[in-house]
């Protein structure tokens, strides 16, 4: 293994969407910004230089950090931001991880334009448990604005309503060619006849998840999140915000371009009516207006069946080299309800706003990060009581109470360092059902089971997946239904764990776990790095 040197400064540059240009943030200048490549037990260092006006930080989704806490980055929970002008060194090691994740910034609304792949090979010298690939690309799934994208959620904030969706959606950083800016290229991917393909999906859009298909072909799932899965064969990809997936396609036509769409899947009474992206595949020797086309057609909005086939045919590898190492024994159960929730606003435009919780509680931002408190015994920055269960229970998915006011606090669950935990994520549709990707940042997770409706304790259980389930780090929990995950507490420290719509974890749908080992933390935290930023 090796040591592996990146510089990122975060730098503005001038880039062209929609026909119209404006500034964004950037890492060294580019959007989507670079790809960080190391290998499975290579140490990372990455120097992060700010030269913006905003602070920021950048986080490593989906690397482990197993003891490296102050290396993950989030805003206030892990770490200070890094203020404009000042720099820091993001030092960790990845260890027991291979596959495709991904870097964004995280603070404000800045992963926007501020993000990029984490490709990790396998040791040298281990295959990928599936046929080696001809070549691989990595393709990046976004969204663009054509306005400032912090005007938007500030605008949203102070209003109490909800933000502006993005105007287009983007494959590796361009929409394609729209009805309101025809002249736009889009991404290309040339491909050759009898080749195979590795695609590194990601998506890295703030506020949707999205389908994705290349017309014309079939694509076989190998990976999810950086761990392997049991291959199939799909014609849509179903991938929320977080998620990575890795999937081969067999360049098995002979010639022709087929069309690459990334379109957006809403399982919400909610009007989105922003474009699906659109890129090219193109057989070499043939791409141009006199090439023949073939279109892929995305499914409908709404299309639930095809992303429920999709997210129950996932499964473990589970083979000798990659076990399904699954908790069978529980030390703790766990179950938070996700809600959206309408609180009182004197100052907003309709006397309220909307805000969102779990288990009834809308997480408040501290001032200084959660980590260093708890490393330092800071007392006052926040409390360890967060409920473990909902305050008041009943029925989820039925007629709702109508007293919708959410409690807010700086509330964190305390776990035991080395223990198993059943975690089950339920959404109440209050205000309106829909899906949310939760991520969980320092651990990957078993997802065990999954349902509609309520969870029902004493049934659902006999159902769970103990054997294969999916493992990952970033989880959709099905609009008006629920998501059982387990994981074992392997790494101490301050750990989030948030929806991943921007705008959800900006209304508050975001919680921390602090995991101790009982001996205090400096006992099982590597002490913070000397450049650690200062609030
Ligand atoms: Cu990809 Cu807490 O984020």
Redesign the pocket.
Known sequence: CMVRHYKFNIVMKNATRLCSTKPIVTVNGKFPGPTLVAREDDTVLVKVVNHVKYNLSI?W?GIRQLRTGWADG?AYITQCPIQSGQSFVYNFTITGQRGTL?W?A?ILWL?ATVHGAVVILPKRGVPYPFPKPHKEAVVILSEWWKSDVEAVINEALKSGLVPNVSDAHTINGRPGPVLSCPSQRGYTLPVQAGKRYMLRLINAALNEELFFKIAGHQLTVVEVDATYVKPFKTETIVIAP?QTTNVILEADRHSGQYTVVASPFMDAPITVDNVTATATLHYSGTLGATATTTFAIPPPKNATPVAMNFTSALRSLNSKEYPAVVPLKIDRSLLFTISLGINPCSTCVNGHRILADINNVTFVMPTISLLQAHFFNISGVFKDDFPGNPPIPYNYTGTQPTNFQTNSGTRLYRLAYNSTVQLVLQDTGMITPENHPL?L?GFNFFEVGRGLGNFNAKKDPKNFNLVDPVERN?IGVPAGGWTAIRFRTDNPGVW?M?C?LEIHTTWGLKMAFVVDNGKGPNESLLPPPIDLPKC
């Open positions: 986080h989704h989030p991904w964004h995280h992963r977080g991520h940042h970033t989030f948030h991943h």
